[in-house]
């Protein structure tokens, strides 16, 4: 009997997308998911190239050797089970992947466990959703190479394509992918985030409708400002409601929720004394969305701020500037990020790689990836993507509206902490004096714990006249 070539565990949005994506590309795949009835949903639909099985060990029998057996389970404690129960069944050789958003630390320690039963691990980022599951996702693998080898030929086939090449690449050993993917998520809350400030700003200060809205979002989409998250922002503001006059955007409920990944990226930035404060500030504003009796009663007690009047035209073109500038604050700052963990954890990262299987497939693909491939790709070792010469340029171009625009936003009290904290960090890179000489000078008055001299070298402590 002619065996199965790939097996994915767990069959709702995302494994079933995938899965048909993988058996459209001629590849023969076996399903297995804990609930039958959804396994038997999809036989239903007689998909080629697509078998379900209602035992495990069937299943697992199916599949020709190595087996490559790749999980679409929830993060966390269901991937240590199925790890621990595949172990019994699986053979030396045989591959497990772990295509979910799982914590990068999680993935490093499931990595030596089944080395221990010499069996394979792969933690694969995948980013793209429904669609980019089922037409080609952005995919980013990490583990060993030669175990990527052998699966290299399905992830190459079903990932996104852009200018012909596959948006999916080695990311590095052990958990580097799960780790990319990670910080894919963190700069995808900042982008958002910026995305909606530039909504509420439009809105409140510029005082356009929705469709007015699409309008300018649709207008940004044609320019160097192409992304996935500007078209859908377009989209949504044009969207009808069913139920009610108007458009949709304004019968949802102002709470955003959200699934750990910027929440991780933001404590991994802390150990590793890195600065994602855009990435940050997008987390909390979705978890400040959701303090509704703290928010009821500070409406009731506070007056909105009068907003200034503004030539419409005139602040839309800075917003779309404030909007291009933060983008690349947010994307500096997760390279950033990305850049010492590789140093950090050994994983020898090519950060223009990783930028070009952005390009297409993923939820941050952009226009300006491109940019930022370009400037890795001819400078291996680039510090900072702010020290890169066409990304200097659009600084100095787009400061002032930045500038303008987060002080619009703050005196017409328009929430915009992402755009606040971009121009923040670039002052902190910029001013000559940050103010950290009175917080050494502080420290070492409360507890002696010492000082440096711009004039000599050496520690210094002195005595502070209490
Ligand atoms: C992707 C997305 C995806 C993530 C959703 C929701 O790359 O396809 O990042 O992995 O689950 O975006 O994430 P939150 O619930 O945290 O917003």
Redesign the pocket.
Known sequence: MIKNQIGIIGLSTMGKNLALNIASHNFKVAGYNRTYAVTKDMMNEEYNNFIGYADLKEFIDSLEKPRKILLMVKAGQAIDDLCNQLAEYLDTGDIIMDGG?SYFKDTIRRNEYLKEKRINYLGI?????EK?ARLG??IMPGGDKDVYNEVKVFLESIAAKKNGEPCCTYIGPDGAGHYV?MV??GI??AD?QLLVESYLLLKKIGRYTNSEMALIFESWNQSELKSYLVEITAKILREKDELRDGELIDYIIDK???????KWTSKETLDQDQNTSLIGAAVLA?VTSNFDELRNTYQMLFDEPMTKEVNPYVFQEEVRKAYQLGKIVAYAQGFALMKDASKRYNWNLDLGKIASIFRAG???QAEFLQVIMKSYNEDKNLENLLLDEEIIRVIRRNIQSLRVVSSLAIRGGVPSPVFVSAITYLDQLRSKHVGANLIQAQRDFFGAHTFERIDQEGINHHEWNE
Not at 256 to 262: F, L, P, R
């Open positions: 958003n980022g995948i980013s793209g959703g980019g996702p952005s993917k894919h998520n995808e809350y958002m955003a929720s959200q699934k750990g990944t910027g979705r993923c939820i941050i």
